[in-house]
């Protein structure tokens, strides 16, 4: 299929996924960007990742809605969106992830060509990376071949790298000599019983609080400022965790809007983090990063980086499938302070002791 002339379509891409998911749809809106230059390119998107295309060049209306609200909450969004929309359905509509907010938009839009990624063969579905599932899609949107490699890239406009740049000083850290510990701490439950507020399950993806502590002194004592990162319904666990590594220790949990975060990553020394979207934006701003993976594969969701800048740890372990809850999850307690510093030397975040 060839590009469109002058009067290009109206194409609506639609990713309503959290943070990683949606770093991972950025080769195949590129793709359809290309393919299409002269079409109005929208994006819907969840509203807890949609800053990440603030301005992006790629996209000419960007919605951001409600997917994690109560029931009211999210028809709200999306009344409000559908008015933003306006009457007239797009040309082509294009679901990377179905689910019943896919469902609800094709049924919406029933007029326009849907294009899904459950169309795809379930074979590609089940192998295939999520970055590269999403670019098999846009293939074939665009009538083309997947671009290969897929890597995600994320250009963090001028205007958030200064302030990221400003706020590391306020905070009177050298970016030189700083590495961020992202632990996600929302979603852990440790062995005493703390649970954040609201919190009610465990996660089976995340590392040890007290490990990320003894990580962080371990920096610490090798002239390092580790920067806890986190959403706002993390500050609380990581101004603990930053208290408990010590005076080197510097939490900007909650106080970061999502590119200023991009900004940060790129700019100091590197970033250790548990399977969580905060990866994926490292590795898209071309920082350093060891990534800890347990129960999910990182070939199948695994941050896309070259390799000289990234390392993923995973001890997948012989046991049933996670059930949440208080389990100690093996495989994450498999992975040892040792081989993090070890892996965050090996990519250039950490100085050889």
């Known amino acids: 299929m060839p590009p469109d002339s002058a009067s290009g379509p109206r194409i609506l891409l639609a990713s309503l996924d959290r943070l990683g998911d949606l770093l991972f749809t950025l080769p195949a809106l590129e793709q359809v960007r290309a393919h299409f230059p002269s079409a109005e390119i929208s994006f819907v998107t ?42 007239q359905p797009p040309d082509r509509l294009v679901l990377f992830r179905e689910g019943h907010d896919g469902r609800a938009l094709a049924r919406h839009f029933r007029e326009a060509r849907v294009d899904s990624v459950r169309d795809l063969p379930e074979a590609e579905r089940r192998r295939l990376h999520t970055a590269h599932l999403r670019a098999a899609l846009a293939a074939r949107v665009c009538g083309c071949a997947a671009p290969d490699p897929v890597m995600p890239t ?44 609201g919190e009610t399950r465990a996660s089976p993806k995340l590392w040890p609080l007290e490990r990320w502590i003894e990580l962080g002194r371990a920096l610490a004592q090798r002239g390092l400022r580790p920067i806890l990162t986190g959403s706002g319904g993390e500050a609380a666990g990581c101004a603990e965790a930053a208290q408990a590594i010590g005076p080197a220790a510097v939490s900007l949990a909650g106080r970061v809007p999502i590119l200023e975060l991009g900004g940060i990553y790129a700019q100091i020394r590197g970033l250790a983090v548990s399977d969580t979207g905060p990866g994926h934006l490292a590795a898209a701003v071309g920082g350093r990063l060891v990534s800890l993976f ?60």
């Open 154 to 197: 994320l250009a963090i406009p001028g205007l958030r790298l200064r302030r990221a740049r400003a706020r590391l000083a306020a905070a009177g850290l050298d970016p030189a000599a700083s590495i961020a510990l992202h632990p996600g701490v929302n979603r852990l439950v440790r062995r005493r019983g703390w649970r954040p507020r």
């Open 46 to 87: 969840s509203r807890y990742a949609g800053g990440l295309l603030e301005g992006h060049p790629a996209v000419d209306r960007l919605f951001c809605v409600e997917r994690d609200g109560n029931s009211i909450t999210r028809f709200v969004h999306w009344q409000r969106f559908l008015r933003q929309w306006g009457a």
């Open 294 to 353: 347990g129960p999910t594969s990182p070939f199948l969701h695994g941050p896309l980086a070259p390799e000289e800048r990234r390392r993923i740890l995973w001890k997948p372990q012989a046991c049933e499938a996670c059930g949440g809850g208080d389990v100690e999850h093996r495989c994450m307690r498999a992975i040892e302070v040792d081989q993090v510093l070890n892996a965050l030397e090996a990519v250039g975040a950490v100085p050889a002791a």
